[in-house]
């Protein structure tokens, strides 16, 4: 009969804690394909090749692999690790007892009216030696305290952390890809700023060279002011283009020695990258790959997983917790005592249960709030395989698209050459008027810009695929 509150207090909280079910999410699977794209070709996923294949640019791979040195955001990720890691230490050692040393010294007295005081009044700490007023305590010894984890709620605790350190192992990953991707945009937004100022400078020649016949022509009657005034706001406008360039210039060569991790220096480019050739075929692979491939979406996974042992150690929590104490060591009112054994000995064991009865609300919080952060977990992880596959079809189009547009570029920019060699020879025949001159200047301009644009959106497709496809995974 004794043993039946026990066992009524275990029904409860079993009862108590049958309610709490596990988190579910409805699951949403992936598509079987990516869209079919002319610019991708089948078989496994191109994320396996490493980035020096990927890029295959000797000067572009050297500023990658400075940035992987000397980024700031990669070291302080590398540092989240090694926090993680010490997380995962510290939940280890709370599945085993701690065994610490103890040393202390005291002094007591007791009150003469006290059980204690009366007792030692009339007591021999020696032969002949009553008990002193005023007690001295030496002591000596070892203390140990372990929760013996029944329920499991210690490890599910190790587990999350273990799954949560993975986590950040992936974040560095995923670091690593974003800076490679951001290095190279950069190298390619500073090649195709060099290559706009380039134009500027030459159509700036060119414009020079106008206005210089139109004031000729003019001097000669074949012209007017307007058409000098005209000439001269153009070629001013396109000064002040070129000097904004200049400054663009300066600003992606900033940016990139920032991701790179030192102060503003010169970079040297390699200025023909814009325009060369892809050095190999893409490949997308099957979207179930970017379950493997993507640092990100293992990160969710990883996180899910971490949820999950953080439920279950909520739920443990409410059953009773098995606590045991012990303590050995040499004890004496005179520290010349303390090597007298087996006199001197003092050790005591203790063990106990406790379990919440009454006030179970904080112990309801926990869990509610572990069951919501699990919720929370699953529905980021939908969302990060459903964006990593919306990213990878918008860059297997954006690739496709690109290419097109740059075709058509050229072809602009073929016409408009010739159109500004006739329109200048009719000029200078008296068969064609200044504002002719004018717009097929301004068209030249324009196509060799839309050009360049349309080149850099090429290279930026390209290093958004390798982001999209989890490059670098090897």
């Known amino acids: 009969?004794?043993?039946?509150?026990?066992?009524?207090?275990?029904?409860?909280?079993?009862?108590?804690?049958?309610?709490?079910?596990?988190?579910?999410?409805?699951?949403?699977p992936l598509p079987q394909a990516f869209p079919s794209a002319d610019a991708v070709s089948e078989g496994p996923s191109s994320a396996a090749l490493s980035w020096r294949e990927w890029f295959a640019n000797e000067r572009l791979?050297?500023?990658?692999?400075?940035?992987?040195?000397?980024?700031?955001?990669?070291?302080?990720?590398?540092?989240?690790?090694?926090?993680?890691?010490?997380?995962?230490?510290?939940?280890?050692g709370a599945l085993l007892p701690t065994v610490d040393v103890t040393?202390?010294?005291?002094?007591?007295?007791?009150?003469?009216?006290?059980?204690?005081?009366?007792?030692?009044?009339?007591?021999?700490?020696?032969?002949?030696?009553?008990?002193?007023?005023?007690?001295?305590?030496?002591?000596?010894?070892?203390?140990?305290?372990?929760?013996?984890?029944?329920w499991g709620r210690l490890r599910s605790q190790r587990q999350s952390a273990i799954a949560q350190y993975l986590a950040t192992v992936e974040a560095r990953t995923?670091?690593?890809?974003?800076?490679?991707?951001?290095?190279?945009?950069?190298?390619?937004?500073?090649v195709m700023s060099d290559h706009t100022l380039e134009v500027l400078r030459r159509a700036v020649e060119r414009q020079e060279q106008a206005l210089a016949i139109v004031k000729l022509q003019k001097e000669a009657g074949r012209s007017t002011e307007l058409a000098v005034?005209?000439?001269?706001?153009?070629?001013?406008?396109?000064?002040?283009?070129?000097?904004?360039?200049?400054?663009?210039?300066?600003?992606?060569?900033?940016?990139?020695?920032?991701?790179?991790?030192?102060?503003?220096?010169?970079?040297?480019?390699?200025?023909?990258?814009?325009?060369?050739?892809?050095?190999?075929?893409?490949?997308?692979?099957?979207?179930?790959?970017?379950?493997?491939?993507r640092p990100d979406v293992r990160q969710?996974?990883?996180?899910?997983?971490?949820?999950?042992?953080?439920?279950?150690?909520?739920?443990?929590?409410?059953?009773?917790?098995?606590?045991?104490?012990?303590?050995?060591?040499?004890?004496?009112?005179?520290?010349?005592?303390?090597?007298s054994i087996p006199e001197s000995v003092a050790y005591s064991v203790l063990g106990g249960l406790i379990a919440p009865l009454v006030n179970r609300a904080a112990i309801e919080a926990q869990f509610?709030?572990?069951?919501a952060n699990q919720l929370q977990a699953m529905y980021e992880y939908q969302r990060t395989v459903l964006s990593a596959y919306v990213e990878v079809v918008n860059a297997l189009a954006d690739v496709q698209n690109t290419e097109e547009i740059l075709s058509h570029r050229r072809s602009q920019k073929a016409a408009v050459e010739g159109a500004i060699a006739s329109a200048d020879i009719l000029y200078?025949?008296?068969?064609?008027?200044?504002?002719?001159?004018l717009l097929a200047q301004q068209s030249a301009l324009q196509a060799e810009l839309d050009l360049l644009e349309a080149a850099r959106q090429r290279r930026t497709a390209l290093v958004s695929v390798y982001r999209a496809l989890g490059g670098g995974v090897q």
């Open 103 to 150: 040393a202390g010294v005291g002094l007591r007295r007791f009150g003469l009216y006290t059980m204690d005081g009366a007792g030692n009044a009339t007591t021999d700490i020696a032969p002949g030696q009553p008990v002193p007023l005023h007690l001295p305590d030496f002591g000596v010894g070892l203390q140990s305290v372990w929760e013996v984890d029944l």
């Open 428 to 437: 200078r025949a008296g068969k064609a008027s200044y504002l002719e001159v």
């Open 368 to 371: 509610e709030g572990a069951k």
């Open 174 to 190: 995923l670091v690593r890809t974003s800076l490679v991707a951001e290095v190279a945009s950069g190298y390619y937004d500073l």
């Open 229 to 293: 005034q005209q000439f001269e706001a153009q070629l001013a406008e396109t000064k002040a283009l070129a000097r904004a360039a200049r400054q663009k210039v300066l600003e992606s060569e900033n940016r990139l020695n920032l991701l790179l991790g030192r102060y503003p220096t010169q970079l040297e480019r390699d200025r023909d990258v814009l325009f060369a050739e892809p050095p190999r075929t893409l490949s997308a692979g099957v979207p179930s790959e970017l379950l493997r491939n």
């Open 61 to 92: 791979n050297g500023l990658i692999e400075e940035a992987l040195q000397g980024n700031q955001d990669l070291l302080i990720a590398v540092q989240r690790i090694e926090m993680a890691r010490a997380s995962v230490t510290s939940t280890t």
């Open 300 to 339: 969710a996974e990883l996180l899910v997983e971490a949820s999950k042992f953080d439920l279950k150690a909520a739920r443990a929590a409410f059953f009773p917790s098995l606590n045991l104490s012990a303590t050995v060591g040499l004890q004496a009112f005179n520290p010349a005592y303390l090597v």
């Open 1 to 28: 009969m004794k043993t039946l509150p026990l066992i009524t207090l275990f029904g409860v909280l079993a009862l108590g804690c049958a309610a709490h079910v596990d988190a579910v999410v409805k699951e949403r």
